[in-house]
């Protein structure tokens, strides 16, 4: 895998998000390095079955890396889901109010615009 490749093709089945990074399917991103800012808690999502690859965003398109350069293009808040409170959410901790979510089977960080499509698109499952 070469640095800063396009990652996570994200994809729902009945409800569930499955994430795609070349031919491998994972179930979740594994949680670590979590340091906590006031009432927030500051993550780095590391890509399942990719051990030290981190997710990041690169001209807010979503990719994973295992040297994100900067740092902060890889640290999001998880929030309560946008479309669901059993979901989770993941704002971006250098672009406050810009989320990751899925688009045409492409992660991309974006301003929230509030519509439902957007919640839907930056909600996901998260997967013990």
């Not at 795609?20 to 590391?46: C, P, Y």
């Amino acid at each position: 895998m070469r640095k800063s490749e396009p990652i996570l093709e994200v994809k729902k089945y009945n409800g569930l998000n499955i994430q795609k990074v070349s031919n491998l399917m994972i179930e979740h991103a594994s949680f670590s390095e979590t340091i906590a800012v006031a009432s927030d808690a500051i993550e780095r999502l590391e890509a399942y079955g990719y051990s030290g690859y981190f997710v990041r965003h690169v001209d807010f398109t979503g990719m994973i890396s295992s040297d994100p350069a900067p740092v902060y293009d890889s640290y999001f808040i998880e929030r309560s889901g946008l479309a669901d409170s059993s979901y989770v959410s993941f704002e971006s901790v250098n672009y406050p109010g810009y989320y990751l979510r899925h688009k045409e089977f492409v992660l991309y960080l974006e301003e929230d615009d509030e519509t439902t499509v957007f919640e839907e698109d930056a909600s996901f499952k998260k997967v013990d």
